[in-house]
């Protein structure tokens, strides 16, 4: 199941983005004392009590501004109540309640669901709680103190947001169809794609970037077996945003990227590969998921009998970190190769599914070993013990090594290309664990 998604909305400058970079571990949103610094929702991976769920900062609301930019925030932060699981509402102690907290309560009671209501910058419990209690007058549940900046009260709050998630949703069995997300920039071709499989036009198609709000999922039949595409909304760069609801896709595309098995990243061959793309696949990558590059709109391309090699060429250059990637040259609008799509989207899953035994994998370990001695650091030598894969979705390795401090990074790439002459694992990352063995216990 996809992760839950917890939002934090609330006025301008009451400490949201404090709040986030303390929960996210990093400063990751900007803090600044004026209203309305933050523009964007920006989401972190957040682990409480063994239990995931994604955050996202959102900009300020001001109700009844005539602002644009407070305006568009509203907008923005009223699609991440939408979104969300839970809603952590946050107010100011120090400024007390004001008639905007009234408003965006409204707001929130409307969206019917969980509110969290946080009161921040309470530096002391004992001598400002008779100022937490005034936010009772919202009416919205039991006001929860808490200091972000120094993380005081974080942890009951905390518990109060992971009782709303729904556990046996959490905990339930996977349907155990593929799911494929289709991800990137606007006006690539996702939702033409998904049209052409359906072979109706189920999704809306047009050619105004960013018509694609939600991630939407459809059932696609192919060749008897059943698959669940998920189209999101484009990515684009930030300096070519003109509306505030557009900037809320990457959330989208994070949430989707999370529920999938494969991700197809699509990528405009009239455009080619972009930084932008490079960005977009970095969220799959990151993940672990199986990955397949789909360029588009490839009949609209002239072509020569090097055109394919210099694509390729550009986007092995760009993606540099995912060279595993599948590369597909299609067109969504006539159908082009999407046959050759399925065939990927099978083996990709199979290569995320895949299971190496113990003993192969030492036997290339030590074929590695000898023809190419490990590295050594001041007179001492990177030993390798054992290796052996211990989960799948991505494949995932247990090295044991004497010092890990001396397991290079070119040592352990030059481990997993030989994992990969072996057995392929095309389109999907490998993960390698190192842990330190001392010889006596070998």
């Known amino acids: 199941m ?62 009844d501004s005539s602002d644009v930019i407070l305006a568009q925030m509203r907008d923005q932060a009223q699609i991440a109540i939408d979104t969300s699981d839970v809603i952590l509402f946050m107010v100011d102690c120090k400024q007390g309640l004001v ?26 419990f004992s001598r400002d709680m008779a100022d937490v209690y005034e936010f009772y007058n919202l009416g919205i549940g039991d006001p929860q103190p808490i200091c972000a900046s120094n993380k005081l009260g974080v942890g009951d709050m905390l518990d109060k947001v992971v009782a709303y998630f729904d556990t046996d949703a959490l905990d339930e069995a996977e349907d155990e169809r593929p799911r494929i997300a289709i991800v990137g920039k606007p006006n690539v071709g996702k939702s033409s ?3 052409k499989l359906l072979g109706e036009k189920r999704l809306i198609v047009s050619e105004i970037a960013g018509t694609t709000r939600d991630a939407v999922d459809t059932a696609v039949k192919w060749d008897g077996k059943e698959y669940v595409f998920i189209d999101t909304a484009g990515l684009r760069r930030k300096s070519r945003v003109k509306e505030e609801l557009e900037r809320y896709s990457i959330i989208r595309t994070v949430t989707a990227v999370e529920r999938a098995d494969v991700v197809v990243i699509m990528i405009d061959a009239i455009e080619g590969v972009t930084e932008q793309d490079a960005k977009i696949a970095g969220i799959a990558h990151d993940r672990g998921k199986g990955i397949v590059i789909a360029v588009n709109k490839w ?25 595993y990637a599948e590369i597909l040259f299609i067109s969504a609008e006539t159908g082009q190769r999407l046959p050759k799509l399925f065939e ?99």
């Not at 990093?26 to 409480?48: C, F, L, M, Q, S």
């Open 2 to 63: 996809s992760k839950p998604i917890v939002a934090i909305v609330g006025r301008p400058n009451v400490g949201k983005s404090t709040l986030f970079n303390a929960l996210a571990g990093a400063n990751i949103a900007i803090v600044k004392d004026t209203p309305g610094v933050t523009r964007d929702r920006i989401y972190a991976d957040v682990e409480w009590l063994n239990i995931n769920f994604t955050l996202i900062d959102t900009g300020g609301i001001e109700p």
């Open 99 to 124: 008639d905007s907290d009234a408003k965006v309560a409204d707001m929130l009671r409307r969206s019917h669901k969980p509110v969290v209501l946080v009161v921040n910058k309470v530096d002391d």
């Open 193 to 195: 794609l998904i049209n």
């Open 299 to 323: 009949d609209a391309i002239e072509k020569d009998d090097k055109t394919v090699y210099k694509y390729r060429d550009d986007i092995r250059s760009v993606l540099s970190y995912m060279p």
């Open 344 to 442: 990927l989207i099978d083996m990709v899953i199979a290569n995320q599914n895949m299971r190496v035994s113990t003993g192969v994998l030492n036997e290339i370990m030590a074929e590695a070993v000898a023809l190419q001695q490990p590295p050594s650091d001041k007179g001492k030598r990177l030993k390798l013990y054992y290796i052996t894969q211990v989960s799948v979705k991505p494949p995932t390795f247990v090295v044991f090594v004497n010092d890990k401090q001396l397991m290079h990074f070119s040592y352990m790439r030059y481990l997993e290309n030989k994992i990969r002459d072996t057995f392929g694992f095309k389109g999907t990352a490998l993960k390698f664990i190192v842990r330190e063995r001392k010889d006596k216990e070998k």
